[in-house]
């Protein structure tokens, strides 16, 4: 069987398990090998701490975007000299360039070898170059000053909108949410958007806070305070305190930073299209080139309206909207996203390698909670700290990737525990868990709580069978067997719905426009829903 092959079995009282294979090899490999180096692939200019390569001229995003440059000059972006405010953030502080080291898709690149590592780090530029190049041209219809700083606060919330994402962004959210399951909430102490503002805050200090630096000036300059006016301003947009058009530039369902996603994650999707997985998905079809995209970008960015009166023609405050000519475009985008989000990137192959690592972290959460460090063995007491969550800022802005990564290998090496041994063994090895997926005459179908027990059941005898672990049935259940299901639309229709300006000068929302144009990519759109079932299993497990 090589890793193209699906091999659907029909049991469990006539529901069809069709096996999603999560390994990126064609031979199982046995766990006990001696750990590899997973972070041998990489790329070291991606880490912090690497040789700064920031110029005092033109050049800077030039060489953090260098992939992208092409595309943005085709959507007519101008890479422009970034203000000594800027400069200073990106070069100058731990707080942004930490983002060097942390994943923004995750372990998508564990996967599928061949997709690159994109971070957190060139994700924050480019939806600063984005947010830039739109602010400017959104300008005159503000009746803003060329120099005023709320222009610049602005761009400078494009920037800084993700410091507080955590190891592998959003993975590590999805691991610690109590209770657990769809829907769980995330502890503060993991929750990205807490530690944005508490980040902010810290990045507000080591700018200008003379307490902390008895050397710095006790005279501000002119253009020191216009700076500290300008972080507090953007603070308040990015913390979402202000209402106003900017944070809907910043969170909305076509705000700058989905479209950032948009470009970065269909240059990265690109390497897993020819997957035979994906091949198969009729949805697949729908997705926009690479060039059409870059289209698409263009049409939307060249076409949003700021507008002040509603559907009903009454006054209201100025929002943001798009003007008809890009109504395609903008549904094409829409579309596009929901495809290559959980088509692509949440692909089977990088759910059963995130599956892996999220059962790793927990369990090593569970001893370091119950006080069971000599069974954790050789643990970096900043990962402990973190374990525990009980960090500091000052800590929190030391975690990345590769932090977690060298620690999987220590634990692979030393641990006593033999789930936590067992589970970072077969991760340094490339051992990734198998998906299977729940279906129902070819389509997603939601298992009863009795086929769900029955899977978990027979994970649990196979591998009391198949494996030398001596394990209690609870152990196995909580972390070799995981259900996953989602489901998800592509445009939200309850709320904050996207405007469209109309050529007879009207005002409707999408999805009343797509009705009454009787648009056909816009049904489409409507009517597209995605559905997953999922048993996750450790390889060896056959259901």
């Not at 890479?79 to 942390?102: C, H, Q, V």
């Not at 998508?108 to 830039?132: D, E, I, M, N």
């Not at 300008?139 to 000053?145: E, F």
């Not at 369990?363 to 009980?390: C, H, I, P």
Request: aromatic fraction near 10%; include cysteine.
């Amino acid at each position: 069987m090589t890793d193209s092959q699906d091999i659907t079995i029909k049991d469990l009282n006539g529901m069809n398990i069709v096996r999603r294979n999560g390994n990126t090899n064609n031979k199982h490999i046995i766990p006990s090998i001696k750990p590899t180096n997973v972070e041998g692939h990489y790329p070291r200019f991606l880490l912090h701490g690497a040789v700064n390569l920031l110029h005092e001229d033109l050049r800077e995003f030039s060489i953090i975007l260098e992939s992208f440059v092409p595309y943005l000059n085709k959507i007519g972006i101008q890479l422009k000299d970034a203000s000594p405010l800027i400069k200073e953030i990106i070069t100058g502080t731990e707080i942004f360039r930490r983002l060097k080291g942390i994943s923004q898709v995750e372990l998508l690149p564990f996967a599928f070898k061949q997709v690159p590592w994109f971070t957190r780090y060139t994700h924050s530029c480019l939806t600063y170059v984005f947010g830039s190049h739109v602010v400017d041209k959104l300008q005159p219809k503000l009746n803003l000053k060329q120099n005023d700083t709320l222009i610049e606060a602005v761009k400078l919330c494009f920037l800084i909108h993700d410091l507080g994402h955590g190891p592998f962004s959003h993975l590590t959210e999805r691991a610690f949410k109590k209770p657990r399951g769809k829907g769980g909430k995330i502890p503060k102490e993991y929750d990205h958007e807490y530690w944005t503002k508490i980040l902010l805050h810290e990045l507000k200090d080591t700018l200008f806070d003379t307490n902390k630096n008895p050397y710095w000036t006790k005279n501000p300059s002119q253009q020191d305070k216009d700076n500290i006016e300008v972080l507090t301003k953007a603070m308040e947009i990015t913390s979402k305190e202000d209402s106003s058009i900017f944070s809907q530039l910043l969170s909305s369902q076509i705000d700058l930073d989905r479209l950032s996603n948009y470009l970065g994650d269909r240059l990265v999707v690109s390497a897993i299209l020819e997957d035979d997985d994906v091949k198969n998905e009729k949805m697949v079809s729908y997705l926009s080139s690479l060039n059409d995209v870059v289209d698409n970008i263009k049409r939307i960015m060249n076409n949003f309206q700021i507008l002040d009166k509603d559907e009903n023609n009454n006054k209201c405050e100025p929002y943001l909207a798009i003007h008809e000519d890009a109504v395609n475009p903008v549904i094409h985008y829409l579309l596009d996203r929901h495809i290559i989000r959980y088509y692509l990137l949440k692909h089977y192959r990088r759910e059963a390698a995130n599956n892996l690592l999220e059962k790793i972290l927990l369990r090593a959460q569970t001893l370091v909670r119950s006080n069971q460090l000599d069974s954790l063995g050789k643990t970096d007491l900043l990962v402990q700290t973190w374990l525990f969550g009980n960090h500091t800022d000052a800590e929190f802005i030391e975690l990345d990737d590769q932090l977690v990564f060298n620690q999987i290998r220590k634990w692979g090496k030393y641990t006593n525990d033999p789930v936590l041994r067992d589970l970072t063994l077969r991760f340094t090895a490339h051992n990734f868990f198998c998906a299977y997926s729940c279906e129902q005459n070819g389509k997603p179908s939601k298992p009863s709580k009795e086929h769900i027990e029955e899977a978990k059941e027979k994970v649990i005898k196979e591998l009391k069978s198949k494996s030398s672990l001596a394990l209690d049935d609870s152990l196995i259940g909580e972390y070799y067997f995981t259900y996953d299901e989602t489901t998800s639309k592509p445009y939200h229709i309850d709320k904050n719905e996207i405007m469209v300006f109309t050529s007879d000068n009207k005002v409707k929302k999408l999805s009343k426009y797509i009705q009454d144009t009787d648009n056909e990519i816009g049904k489409v759109l409507l009517e597209s829903a995605f559905e997953r079932y999922l048993f996750i299993v450790p390889c060896e497990i056959s259901l």
